[in-house]
């Protein structure tokens, strides 16, 4: 679909749902003022960094033209699309349980949200959605608030189109600053009856949509909904793990394929962000399988209005070279494991490290290979493994060093000493040495540091 099209579907998708561009456009002309007001007391500005900061007055047209530019990224719209859609069904009660009462209950604990908008942006767009994320102001804050609709998404996805419109402002005060000429441009102008909220309609009011289930995102809960629609997938884990034993070997020689395997499990079983981010991807995937079976049946024996995706939605999916959200999702994730989870995860997304590992394909979680969400979430289970196993192994060593090492040190220092000293005086040392060698070995052997999980040495 051409980006121009997308944009106007996202558009009137967003006003559908009872949003309007001018309203996210109010929110970012309050920012700035808010930046130009924060000054010093004199006016004068302090340095480059701070003129960035506290920004140069626009009026409301600019704004409005900021925020329809903020619409001219593919990525962007592809994370608005799926969030709206996740909401009208979640308020339609069309997703299953316990995904449901994740979605109506609008926790912070499970952070999707906010995960699957926050990276479609730059590190620049990052910092101002965790602002606008934070002060919800007006339509934001709107949204929020909204107890007559599903707007869980919705209020991450104005954020984000904010964000976005603040870093296009922002790069063009920078350039102002070096005196370019370079500005950002509307590329698809929007028509003005797409602007305001002239001609918005609310969506029909529904109380029943806040109900559901406490006990359905309680994380014991979550993980077994987690183990449950894994558990078909068996033979398929057991490949992602040895492809993490493969990755892993080269790094640390000592890794056992069992250790691999715990760290797996500990992956699919201890994190509530990560079983809601899994469960997310399943229900996705579940939907665009639904609609593809609706999809092939005749016009005549199905309702227009009828659909578990939107069709702009679908299109991007199967047409995208790169559709961002299956990767967002994912890669939000493998944040949990640090470093080695981000770094590992997108190594796995370049097709040449993929061609290393000839078995990767085969063992996406699928029964019928139509998962394009899983099949990054299959990349995110190896790079959490890795992560996994690389923070165990720091931790081991570190637990090594406390419980091994340290104890030995005084050995080494009579060592030293014996070295120094001339042959003829050294019994008395070689003697309190082995003394105390004896003592510090027994005491290794028999006893564990605290907060050790080292078995004892055996003699």
Known sequence: MELRELKERTIIRLRERGFAIEEMADVLLETIAKDIQNQTSNGQMIDREQVIKRGQAIDREQAIKYISMAFENRAVLQSALVGINLDVLAEQGKLTEPYLSVIRSDLGTFAVDETLVEWSLST??????????????????????????????????????????????????????DDKSVRSVEEFPIDDSLIYKNGIEQ??????????NPANYRNDVLREAVKKELAPFEKELEGLAKISFGMQ????????????????????????????????????????????????????????????IFPELMDEIKNSPTFAPTINIAEGAAEFYGVVGRTNFGKLLRPEVQEQFPTLNSCIPSSENKS??????????????????????????????????????????KYDQLRSTPPKNRQPIISNALDQGKKMIDKIITTRAKGSRMKPLEK
Request: proline share 5%; net charge positive.
């Open 372 to 413: 394009p969400f899983m099949s990054k979430m299959a990349l995110m289970i190896v790079a959490g493994t890795n992560g996994k196993i690389a923070s165990d192994f720091k931790r081991n060593t570190e637990r090594w060093s406390k419980d091994i090492l340290q104890p030995l040190q005084p050995i080494k220092t």
């Open 124 to 177: 620049w767009g990052k910092r101002n959605f965790a602002l606008f994320d934070t002060i919800k102001s007006g339509v934001v804050q709107r949204a929020d608030k909204d107890k007559l609709h599903c707007h869980t998404f919705a209020d991450d996805v104005l954020g984000m189109f904010i964000a976005q419109g603040y870093k296009l402002y922002q790069k063009d005060l920078e350039n102002t600053l």
């Open 203 to 212: 969506p029909p009011e529904n109380e029943d949509f806040k109900k559901h």
């Open 249 to 308: 070997k080269k790094y640390i020689p000592t890794v056992m394929p069992r250790m691999v395997k715990k760290a797996q499990q500990k992956v699919l079983t201890s994190k509530t962000e990560v079983h809601a981010a899994i469960l997310t991807a399943i229900e996705l995937d579940r939907l665009y399988n639904k609609q593809l079976e609706l999809d092939q049946r005749p016009s005549s024996e199905r309702d227009s209005n009828q659909y578990y």
